[in-house]
């Protein structure tokens, strides 16, 4: 049985671009001759037959124009971080000159407040010693007051004539006195 020019006869009548290749025919005659796709792998071509050409040198000028614009961005970020870096810097010096002055001013302010300390002591000494000084004059402003009245006593009782009230006037003045 014959087919048709272009069928396969195994295909039952399917159209076959390459009528003359089939099974031990040799081998496969080349994608473009045949007008099937390239298989996997194999450059591109065109209808006529060629490789499809390479693209021209202008993909590299993109990626050399996107380098250039990410260098100017890492060079503006870094002047930003040296500015920042450098403010920074002075705030620092600034603030350690803060610390310093606060320190000696907390300084001062401890060793105002020792001193109030000790002085606070030194005083609080002196009232005890002044209230045990106060008892003591107290005590010894009731005895001289039970002298003088032993005293008078005996003064009185000496401008009399009774003995023996000079004598009991005279023992309590020595024991008042």
Known sequence: MSTPYGQDPRSGGAY???PGWGPGAGPQPAPHMTGQLPAVGFPPSDPSGFPA????GNGGRGVLVALIGVLVL????????????????????????????????????????????????K????????E??????????????????AARAFIAAARGTNQDEINRTADAMLAAC
């Open 16 to 18: 076959n671009p390459n």
């Open 123 to 130: 005083a609080e000494e002196a009232a005890k010693t002044a």
């Open 53 to 56: 050409q390479q693209p021209s």
């Open 74 to 121: 890492a060079l503006a970020a870094t002047g930003v971080f040296l500015f920042l870096w450098l403010g920074a810097k002075g705030d620092a010096s600034d603030l350690a000159g803060q610390l310093d002055a606060r320190g000696a001013e907390i300084s001062q302010a401890q060793d105002a407040t020792k001193k109030a300390e000790d002085a606070t002591k």
């Open 132 to 149: 045990s000084e106060k008892a003591s004059a107290q005590r010894s402003l009731a005895s001289a007051t039970k002298c003088r009245e």
